[in-house]
Structures are given as structure tokens and as C-alpha cells.
């Protein structure tokens, strides 16, 4: 399970989230400190000062750091401040990024990208393995159909496929997926029924104010409020519902 | 739960497939005799004789049927033999059709069309209740997207909003959604988890030998050893796993 | 050429219509009675006194008439009235439909469903011509993709694949395609760059006033302004812009 | 006008190409040395060799280059051999990228993405002008839909209104999106009567042997025999149809 912020905005605010994820079990914490937004004119990240304030609240409560590296040129910033390197879903067909990444030996989560058919995620894990890192770990963020009822639509099929089909640890994203607080629930439970090895979901304390991705955030009380019903479901796919057990399997 | 065949072929498979599904439990029937295939060459369905043979068997074993009306001048053909009427998803913005179809009083499944948003899905089911027919059950079947890795994509998170929307029961039809029997199972467990009310899947006796749809009819012992799995998460979900009870709620 | 309004809905409004597309030389004029429409709280059109209407002026101005015919229910009502039959993009995948209606002997008019392939397109076409109906006109009117900064996308290519695998003419409907009056100048010269045998085009005496679709309805001035234009692109294509040729053609 | 092979292969390739397109007229010349492959197992492009050799024959035939600056990592070796500096459909979404590239100065042909919307696709174009390059040349190159019939579907209707929305020049890339070289010649003549300011389109001397996208390449005779018909289009837009007037106007 990784939990956090769309972005990071502040030391408060990541702060109050990390202290609560890692009251609740969470091992994981997820932030942006370099957003890609479809318009220059929107918030774009507070950059280095972002990444230092979250690696010192992740190191107080024994967190991992789960972040996007946006560019080849940001790696040597973003490294030392990384557990897990995330590969964005704007990323996933950026095969010179992917090769270059490749040779960099921290686990990478790779985004499926939103217009990516399942064998092309595979190939573009493939980019990545080639390159020496075998600790590659995808994650399924819903894709972009006609139906605008949701933000994108979750492929939880895409998800056992995956499976199926390679070797590798799947995650889904199901706030990126619906776009849509309500339905991150339902979202996440699903794709934990398809197989999905773990979770990666956007919690903001005050999700109203958040400067990206406000509506697909979970309040922290909505957050501890699912974690029952899905440790449930958890349960019955005979998994243990430990939270942090994902962060101890990659030995961060 | 729905189990049956894609369509009725011979009065030997439909006993067969009748007498095993009773047997798990099952209470519902489902069998084409009119089907809707995109090549006029390809089989078109036993018509009125299949429904003989169909509502037969079901009667010996206790059993109630679904089956399509394709087309309003086949209604009064089809309406003796059936207990719930299915309209395919290619009728679904048939509204004249829908119109006539909601003054039966019939329990009416209603597919979501493969190109419909929610919305529209919701206002097909406007169009039969509006007729005075409120027994209106919805069904998810898949949508059509860019990725052919499966026959279509399963939008699982529509079923919870679909839900959230309205008071309709919604069902999932994991064989027409993944086109693959080798995902009918994890396809399942995901609508489930996202709140389907329950499942209508294609089994077969010999799949390999099937008139349509083969690859996405379960081998009849494949149906059976998915069930305990499939219980666990219904059961998680907080519902029993008597899959006769759907009929049941119905009063059939 | 074929032009009129998306549902014929006063006397008034369909005698200036077919008298302005008259003088400027068009042979047929569109007007739907029997609309379907994705909401049953939305106009549905006038039935057959709309069909009487549209008959009575289309005969004063020697006009042919294109409408739809929605259900086999409603064929013979509209049978009479109409010089071609349309099949709408909801009905291309009707199949029992398609069958009984290839028993006609009018020209029919195939829209492509808006979730159809191109092979999907030419089989339901097939299903009209096993009926003995030899007069089937293919028309594209836009597909539905992820991207709704216009209403459908229109997919001209489709229109020149079409006419390489089949013998049938291809039209194109870019009011349906764009649901965007300012779109429809452009749409239509790219369909007839594609090798379109026509056009179909919905115009209105008042779109801001109209029942149905007005903002995808050309002013009659609009339209009036964009034949020299389109008439270039027709003759640069070896063709000559006589808008009655098809009519003519069509021996109605 | 830009045409040109996939990727550049080898000298005597390269040659044959530049001195038969530049003979008709075109004026410059597209030629990929670094590839975007789906698979890592594909052929990546010949790297800085290819872009020599590129240079070396435009120059002899004083054609331009069109050529991808496929990463910020590359953009240095790239520079200096490229009259126009390429981001691909893969690129359009990533937005470090596109914000340093528009620190360069030389014109910057901004693919849409397969799956970017048309406000998308102008928002990227943002961050180029935003670093103060104003030559920013858009490219509509096919979005991904559910129809396999061709690669991508060409959407004409977006140039349309690309054009409409933003001052900026519009190209279409009919090979990439038909992946079929018998319906280049539809597709350019649709995207020109849409608009299109020009095309960019691929040819080789023996497509059949291309080490990528060879089923997409016009043989060089094809491309010469549709360059009439293409003109009648472009006059009857009342543009004239010097291949070479593009690269004119970028100063090249």
C-alpha cells in the first residue's frame, strides 16, 4: 500500500499525511515534487525543496518515498531522495528515458501508459529490465476511452493479464483511474479481486484546497474508513492484509 | 448468478449444461435461440425451436430463463418461453424497442451498449421503466476500447457508479467482457468487489466445439472450481453465496 | 447532396427549408419524424403527421425524401412516404432488422454505428443485400472516440476503405460527425477530398430555436455560402457539382 | 511538403530518396536516426551516423531536415544536423521536455499525441511558445480509437480546429495515421481540403525491405504518380501547390 499526496505542498501538509498513513500501517509514502500538468499555467511542483521536505518527514515516521522522475535530466536530482522511482504514464512510450532508467537499481513503478495496450506496458518493462533493474513493478492508472463518466476507465482485467503474462508485482491506481473520491473505494476492491499485488492512492488533508488532483483525494478519516472493507477482500484473495508488507518484500 | 450457453445447440448440450448448474446451485438459465452475429454467414440460432428445447430442460430442473428478444416482432415468440427477457447490448439505443419492451411485466436485463456512457445506459433503463415495467436489471458487459488484448474492456468501476446512480440491481457478464475464458474468473471476482449484484457466464460442455463464442465459454468443470473463490469475495462483500437467490428476489 | 433538418417539426419550418435547398439546386431533403433519442424526456419527433408534412412539400419542390425508419414496427407507416430509407447508426447492428428490411425494394441509407468497425460497417450492409435490396449507400458519420472537442470523430479514411472493399456509394453526415456548425464546411470538404459520393447535411431555418441537434444545424445563408467552396473540391476531384446527380442516380 | 523514409538505413537509401523527392519539387527532407520502438528488440535507428549521412545528401540536393529529438539527452547531438527538430506523438505529454525545448531557435514540428485531446494538444504547443520559440509547427498523425481497420484514425476535423483555435500552422502525417500505403493518397487530399498547411509523408525506395514501418511507406512512383491529383486539391483550396513553399517560408 502507498498513500500520499497528488503533490507535495508544504511541511504541514505532508507531515499531518505521513504521521496518519503511518499511524494506519502504510508503509509507503507517494508525492510529486515535479507534476506534469496538460497546462503550463497550472501548479507545477515545488521542485528539490519538495523532495527534501518529504524524505525528512518519510525518514520521522520510517516511511519509504515513492516519486516521479519526469526527465532523464532530473534523475540525479530525484535519486538520492527515492525509494521507489515512479515512471509516469506520460513516460511509459519514452524509450530513451526507459533504457537510461534501466541501469539505475532502485525498484521503478512503472505506469501503464493511458493509451498503452497490456502488451505494450509489458515491452516497455522490458526496455527497463533490459537496462539490468529487475526490481520493476507496473501499475495499472485506468485508460482513456469514450466514457467520461470517469476520469479514465480501470482495466482491472488488464491487471490479471498482466499477471499472467510476466512475472512482475502489479499495483492499480484507482484515484488516477476514476478521478473521483467516491468511487476509489469500489475502485480499489476491485482491483484487488483482479489480482493487483497492491494499492497506490492519493489521501490530502484538506483535499479541498489541494493545488493539484483535489477531487480525487481521499480525506485521511475516508482513507482509514475503506481500510476494513478492503482488508476483507484482501483476506479473501488469501493475502495478508499487513500494509507494509509491500515495502518489506522490496527491502526498503 | 446466470449460467448457460452463448447459444442453445442441440437438446443433448442444453440437458447437459440444464442438469450441471443445478446441480452448483444455479437458478437461472441462460441461452440464445436468436442471435445477433456480425456476419450473416455465421450461425444464427436454432429460433423457436431452441427456445423449446431450452424452457423444457429448465423446467425439469428447476430452473428459470434468460434469453434475448432481438427484435420486437420476435417478442411474442419469445415471451412464453422466457422468465427474464435480455436485451443485447446492441439494442440498447433501440428506444422505440425499449419503449414497447417496458409495457411487458417481465423482469427485463437490460446490456449496456459496448459504445454507452453510464449516463446513457441509465436513460435506456429511463425508457423501460417509463413503460410501467420495474423490474429493470442492468448488466455490464464491456466496453469497446483501443485495447484489443480482451474482446472488450470490463469497466468495473461503472457498475459501483451505476449503483450509486440508481436503485437497479446490475449484473456482469465477465464472458462477453474479456472474450477469454482464461479471465472469466479474476473478471468475475472484480465486478463482484465493485458491487455487482451478480453474474451472468457463459459455460459449455465442449467449448471447442461451440457454434459461437467458444474461447469464452468456461469448460463446465472450470465453472465449478471457480465457485469457492468466487464465494470468498461474495462473502467478503457481506452477501451469501447461495446463487439461487438472485432467482429467488425475483419471484421466479 | 442531401440537406434538411435533423426532425421535420412545423409546416412552416420544413416548407422554407425544402424550398431554399430546392433553389439552390439540392434534389433530396432529410428530415427525421420518428427521432431516437437518448433521454425519453426529450422531443421524439411528430411521427406520421411530421412524415405527411415532409411528403406534402418535398412533392411541390419535386424533392426526394431521406428519413428513418427506427423499428421494423414502424416500417410500413413510414414506407410510403419515403424516396430512401435511413438506418441509423443506433440500428446498425440490428441484425434481425437489417434482414427484414433488405426485403424492401427502396434505396436504403447504412450510417456506420458509432462504435463500428469498418468491417462491422460493410457486413451489416452485407445483411441488407442477402435480402435482395441491391441499393445500399454507406454513410460515415463519425465514430466515437476519446476525444469530445467534437461530438464524434469523423473518420474520413473509413470513407476510402469503404469504397476500395465494397462497390457501394459512400456518403458522409458532418453535422453528426461534428455537432458543430463552424466544423461543417471543413468536415464535408474532407469527406469529398476522401472520395464521399455525397453528403448529408443538416440545416434549419432557425437552429437556435430548433427541437433537436440545433447546434450542429448550418443557418440556410451558412449553407448557401459554403457550395461554391465545396463545389471546388468537388471538381477537383473529376466530379461534377450538379447536387441533384445523386437523386438522378438513384432514378427517384 | 516533407518526405523522406522512416528511418534513415543506410547512404545509398538516403540518396535515392533525397534526390527523387527533391527532382518533384518537395523541399524538405524527414529521416528518423533514433526510433521510438515499441519493442526493445526492434531495429533503434542508425544514431549520429544516420544523422550525417542525412545532412550530407540535403545538403547535396539543398533540402531541409526534419528530424525527432527523441529525449533532452539527445537534443545536443541532434541539434546541429536538423532544420526542423521533431517531437514525436510519444513526447507531446511530456512536459519538462517540451519546456526546454522551447528555449531553442529553430522551428519545432509538435506531433499530437495518439491519445491527446485537441485542447491537449494546444496546451503542449504552450510550453513551447512559453520558452520563446515561435515557430511551433502542429502535426495531426492519427489517434488511437477502437477501430483497427487502419493504424490510428486520422481525425481531419482536428485540423480543422486546431486551426481555428490557434494561429499556428497544422501538417497532417498521413502515413502514421493509415499504416497503409494505399490510403495515403485519400488520406493527404482529405487533411488539405480539412486545411492542412502541409503533409509530411513517408517514402522509400523498397518499402518492402525498410527495417521499420515499411507497410506504411509510399513507393517512390507512388508518391510522384499522387502528386497531381493532390495539387488539384490544393489550388482548389486556393493554395499553390510549390512543393518547396513551406520550407521557403520557415526560412530554412
Not at 38 to 66: C, I
Not at 106 to 134: C, F, H, Q, S
Not at 189 to 213: F, N, Q, R, T
Amino acid at each position: 500500500m502507498i498513500a500520499g499526496p497528488c503533490a507535495v505542498e508544504s511541511e504541514e501538509q505532508i507531515e499531518v499525511i505521513a504521521r496518519t498513513i503511518s499511524q494506519l500501517g502504510v508503509g509507503l509514502l507517494r508525492g510529486g515534487a515535479y507534476k506534469p500538468r496538460t497546462s503550463p499555467y497550472s501548479f507545477q511542483g515545488l521542485k528539490e525543496p519538495g523532495l527534501k521536505l518529504m524524505r525528512n518527514v518519510a525518514d520521522r515516521y520510517s516511511l519509504g518515498v515513492v516519486t516521479e522522475v519526469m526527465d532523464l535530466s532530473l534523475l540525479e536530482t530525484v535519486y538520492p531522495y527515492a525509494d521507489i522511482l515512479q515512471v509516469g504514464s506520460r513516460n511509459m512510450k519514452n524509450y530513451h528515458f526507459l533504457k537510461e532508467l534501466g541501469k539505475t537499481r532502485k525498484p521503478i513503478l512503472l505506469k501503464r501508459g493511458m493509451d498503452a495496450t497490456v502488451e505494450e506496458w509489458l515491452l516497455a518493462a522490458e526496455y527497463l529490465l533490459l537496462g539490468g533493474n529487475e526490481q520493476v513493478i507496473l501499475c495499472e492508472r485506468g485508460i482513456r476511452t469514450f466514457d467520461d463518466s470517469t476520469r479514465n476507465t480501470l482495466d482491472t482485467v488488464a491487471i490479471a493479464l498482466a499477471k499472467e503474462l510476466s512475472h512482475l508485482p502489479v499495483l492499480a491506481d484507482p484515484s488516477q483511474a476514476t478521478g473521483n473520491r467516491d468511487l476509489i473505494k469500489p475502485a480499489s476492491m476491485s482491483a484487488v479481486a483482479s489480482g493487483a499485488d497492491g494499492l497506490m492512492i492519493e489521501v490530502h488533508d484538506h483535499p479541498e484546497k489541494a493545488l493539484s488532483d483535489g477531487p480525487q483525494s481521499l480525506y485521511l478519516d475516508q482513507f482509514e474508513e475503506m481500510l476494513p472493507d478492503l482488508a476483507r477482500i484482501v483476506n479473501a484473495m488469501g493475502r495478508t492484509s499487513n500494509w507494509k508488507q509491500e515495502a518489506e518484500v522490496l527491502d526498503i
